[in-house]
């Protein structure tokens, strides 16, 4: 679509953003669904945040997404937080509501929209979280959201996975929230619908690593869900794959994040996009 004193504009601010594939997706998005809207990735440094954020609203951006480091930082420039990204302590999606600014945060509920995408329910079911960092956090309050009845959170550092509990148990009584160490048995695994990785165990530079001890058998009905998405079938869901699980990607959320922040900012529904975006990033090389 043609540049014209019409068109919208969106950006990623981050630090660095070179390596960033948004622009590949939000524009192909903006495209694919006839919005006049153009994405570019915008290097901001730590020191000007709070001027770029207000940045989006006195130059009529549509909105922007947040990565790091400064996704916990641009939250004291915003005019509203959404409930759910207030939990998560870390916006990943502004939306700019005619000059006013609202901050959201997508990965969880792009994490929860894959599983159901791959046609698994998430209401009602027990999962279990490795890791208790920043994408451990997003995801869990995203879970508790959807309907979830148990979360249990694993870490090796103990404290970590308790703070946390705490802080989701806090948020959402009626789930039951617990916390473990990362080491795990088989017999841990039982009545679990879920189990989810979101340590960087596994992802390239650490390819040869897995969150759990691989001779571990798990129940069958297990869904094995990892976030790393480089390489596309880490050494856990090749564990997964190995016991005859079913497996959700983590490229998944990855799309999916993207397609939730281009439906804040625009209102249009685009899960319709889900392979064509996967198939572009293929393409791009960032899926391999
Ligand atoms: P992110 O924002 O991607 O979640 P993070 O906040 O740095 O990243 O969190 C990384 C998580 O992976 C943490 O739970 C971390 O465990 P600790 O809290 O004990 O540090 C976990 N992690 C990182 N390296 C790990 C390793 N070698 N073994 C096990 N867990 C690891």
Known sequence: MEISAKTRLAGLIGHPVEHSFSPYIHNFLAEKFGVDLK????????????????????????????????KIAVMKSLDEIDPHAA?????????????????????????????????????????????????????????????????????????????????IQAAFPKVSVTAGSLALTA???????????????GMST?????????????????????????????RFIKWAERNGLQTVHGIGMLIHQALCSFTIWTGIETSTAYQEVFDLLVQKGVIL
């Open 206 to 234: 650490r390819k040869n690593e897995c969150p759990i001890e691989e001779d571990i058998v798990p129940p069958s009905g297990l869904v094995a869900c990892d976030i790393v998405y480089t390489p596309y079938e880490t």
């Open 87 to 167: 939990v998560i302590g870390a916006v990943n999606t502004i939306k700019n509501n005619d000059g006013k600014l609202i901050g959201y945060n997508t990965d969880g509920a792009g994490f929860v929209k894959s599983v159901k995408d791959e046609g698994h329910e998430v209401k009602g079911a027990c999962a279990m979280v490795l890791g208790a960092g920043g994408a451990s956090r997003a995801i869990t309050v995203a879970l508790a959201a959807a309907g979830a009845h148990k979360i249990i959170i694993r870490n090796h550092t103990l404290a970590k996975a308790e703070a946390l509990a705490a802080d």
């Open 39 to 70: 994405y570019m990735a915008l290097d901001v440094a730590p020191n000007r945040v709070d001027v770029a954020v207000k940045g989006i609203g006195a130059l009529g951006l549509i909105g922007s997404n947040v990565t790091i480091p400064h």
């Open 187 to 201: 017999d841990q695994l039982e009545g679990v619908d879920f189990l989810i990785n979101t340590t960087p165990l």
